[in-house]
């Protein structure tokens, strides 16, 4: 069951009247909810990047909170909006792929279109869905308004092409770049958990980006020099490459390829133990 528990995540940064619009929607339909800022500070369209940061913040909200993403270049056109929940969170947004990283990673419960024009604002705006559908819905959602009444059953949810595990391979596990974050830390979508069987031998592990190979898998930032390049595992769970007391972004493309091998590949490559 949903709770009064509203958050916001767009691109519509803090300058303009989009964020505090959106609020004060919510306020006027549900005075009691509270509403959490988790970024306005998205990159404009970006969507694979929207996708990321509320997979960062998921598991950390109480189940029943109810999470409004606006990332929505296709705003005013024939994309729909849905309401999703997910391991007991709820979801709404435009269904253009911000979906994409929740979905793969936590179990989907219900979800539905969001079509229900008794729950919008009086003429909606084609270009600002976000103050005129999403954030009314989320305000009658935290009324205690039963999720299924926003409109009928979504048989599926759009999802970006984008690959969110490490693909093992006779040289080793191979992932890419698929975010940066605000220090230049290159966020790849390999998990430790993707190296299998590498994982016993984690103190042997190299890490090549782009074919340079910038030494094992670290622990943390200090153990290599300053303005040094290294790989370690973020707080998000998926392996980074960062500089120490710099930018990755200054030394690498930010849509570099990554490859992790062992030095004992002999004994224990990608496969073995299989």
Request: charged content about 20%; proline content about 7%.
């Amino acid at each position: 069951m949903a709770t009064g528990l509203i958050t916001l995540t767009t691109d519509f940064g803090t300058r303009d009247a989009y964020v505090g619009a959106m609020k004060g929607v919510i306020a006027s339909i549900a005075p009691k909810a509270r509403v959490i800022d988790v970024s306005h500070e998205v990159p404009p369209q970006q969507i694979l990047f929207g996708a990321f940061v509320l997979h960062g913040v998921w598991a950390y909200y109480p189940e029943g909170t109810i999470h409004v993403a606006v990332v929505d270049p296709g705003v005013g056109s024939n994309r729909s909006i849905i309401l999703a929940r997910y391991a007991g969170r709820y979801l709404i947004a435009p269904d253009n792929g911000l979906a994409t990283m929740v979905h793969r990673h936590f179990p989907i419960e219900e979800a539905y279109v969001v079509e229900n024009r008794s729950l919008f604002l009086p003429r909606p705006s084609s270009t600002f869905h976000g103050r005129d559908i999403m954030a009314p819905v989320a305000a009658h959602l935290a009324n205690g308004l039963k999720p299924a009444r926003v409109g009928r059953a979504c048989e599926r949810i759009e999802l970006l092409p984008i690959e969110f595990r490490g693909t093992v391979k006779n040289d080793g596990v191979h992932g890419r770049v698929i975010y940066v974050d605000r220090f230049g830390n290159l966020v790849t979508n390999v998990r430790l958990d993707d190296l299998g069987p590498l994982q016993r031998i984690r103190n042997s592990l190299h890490v090549h980006v782009d074919g340079r190979d910038i030494g094992p898998l670290r622990h943390a930032y200090h153990e290599v020099k300053p303005a040094t390049p290294l790989a370690l595992v973020g707080s998000s769970g998926f392996i980074e490459i960062a500089v120490n007391c710099g930018s990755a972004v200054g030394q690498f493309p930010a849509d570099a390829r990554v490859r992790i091998d062992s030095t004992q590949k002999e004994s224990a490559s990608p496969g073995a133990g299989s």
